[in-house]
């Protein structure tokens, strides 16, 4: 199975910091990535599929980048709607895994 | 508007077995694969498996924790969606989450979940 690690495991932060997420497969995965976005008592909701395209509706504060086996979320302008925990997907092979996600906290 | 709606879970002793299901709505949902994905307690998102769409012959693919005990079905019909559990262990407690995937990739939807708890 593709291992998914996530740093930092949580990352303290004030309104309008530039926060950046990194994930790294455990083997190349190409653009096969993709980030959510589960804030507290919520469901998950897909932010950026393909590594780097933001699905439609989703703030362009919200960028990633990366091929291969490193990958990066940013966010450039933190907002108080932005607190919650982001995870990673690969798909590039089965099965889907994810990784262990970042909690993205108040400072 | 997509909507997907769990429902089944509840109380169940090691051991037994439970059936999830998951109406989907707002989208043509023979045209997309589904997926199922499960959060423990207070902790990350674990992917159950997947179901083709009628193209690909309803095939299916499994998490190894799950494989031989847990079955996706769907029925285009109804647009629904179906997680049989079987031999359940107190490991598989969780919100369990239905969810369409995009481009046949990715989880654009999820439900709202359905909470299974195995325990005696």
């Known amino acids: 199975d593709i291992q998914m690690t996530q740093s930092p495991y949580s990352v303290s932060a004030s309104v309008g910091d530039r926060v950046t997420i990194t994930c790294r497969a455990s083997?190349?995965?190409?653009?096969?990535l993709a980030w959510y976005q589960q804030k507290p008592g919520k469901v998950p909701k897909l932010l950026i599929y393909?590594?780097?395209s933001l699905k439609s509706g989703v703030p362009s504060r919200f960028s990633g980048s990366g091929s291969g086996t490193d990958f990066t979320l940013t966010i450039s302008s933190l907002q108080p709607e932005d607190f919650a925990t982001y995870y990673c997907?690969?798909?590039?092979?089965?099965?889907?895994?994810f990784g262990g996600g970042t909690k993205v906290e108040i400072k | 508007e997509v909507q997907l709606v769990e429902s089944g879970g509840g109380l169940v002793q090691p051991g037994g077995s439970l059936r999830l299901s998951c109406a989907a709505s707002?989208?043509?949902?023979?045209?997309?694969?589904m997926d199922w994905v499960r959060q423990a307690p207070g902790k990350g998102l674990e992917w159950v498996g997947r179901?083709?769409?009628?193209?690909?012959?309803?095939?299916?693919e499994y998490a190894a924790s799950v494989k031989g005990r847990f079955t996706i079905s769907r029925d285009d019909s109804e647009s629904s969606l179906c997680l049989q559990m079987n031999y359940l262990k107190t490991d598989d407690t969780a919100v369990y989450y239905c969810?369409?995937?995009?481009?046949?990739?990715?989880?654009?939807?999820w439900g709202q979940g359905t909470l299974v708890t195995v325990s005696s």
């Open positions: 393909a590594a780097s």
């Open positions: 179901i083709r769409k009628k193209g690909n012959s309803y095939t299916t």
């Open positions: 997907q690969q798909a590039s092979r089965y099965p889907v895994t």
């Open positions: 083997q190349g995965i190409s653009s096969w």
């Open positions: 969810a369409t995937v995009l481009s046949n990739q990715w989880l654009g939807y």
């Open positions: 707002g989208f043509i949902f023979s045209d997309h694969y």
